[in-house]
């Protein structure tokens, strides 16, 4: 499996964006999928997560209600709709596939990962 992530860049704080993470591979939709962040200087964290039909969906306290994770299994996409930014939310964003069953909430349960995608939250 190969991902590549997209849409960042830079938007003011309290702003939006939408991050896309195209997926290659055939049976992208049994997997479970995973966004996580890194800011400078701090480890990677979860921020959100997907069941494989898009049933189930899993947040970190801090964006809950304000990022909503989606996916297209038609096209193999998965997206992170982000609202009302912050400073916070400062960080590369990564997409990851989760193949086994263990917590969503790990990053080294994830098997593939894709390259980033910065966003930058500022005036």
């Known amino acids: 499996v190969q991902l590549q992530a997209y849409g960042g860049g830079l938007v003011q704080p309290g702003g939006s964006l939408r991050l896309s993470c195209a997926a290659s591979?055939?049976?992208?939709?049994?997997?479970?999928m995973g966004w996580f962040r890194q800011a400078p200087g701090k480890e990677r964290e979860f921020v959100a997560a997907?069941?494989?039909?898009?049933?189930?969906?899993y947040y970190a306290d801090s964006v809950k209600g304000r990022f909503t994770i989606s996916r297209d299994n038609a096209k193999n996409t998965v997206y992170l709709q982000m609202y009302t930014l912050t400073s916070e939310d400062t960080a590369v964003y990564y997409c990851?596939?989760?193949?086994?069953?263990?917590?969503?909430?790990?990053?080294?349960?994830?098997?593939?990962w894709g390259q980033g995608t910065q966003v930058t939250v500022s005036s």
């Open positions: 997907i069941g494989s039909g898009g049933g189930y969906t």
């Open positions: 990851a596939v989760r193949v086994g069953t263990s917590s969503y909430y790990t990053p080294i349960n994830y098997d593939y």
């Open positions: 591979g055939r049976t992208f939709s049994s997997y479970g």
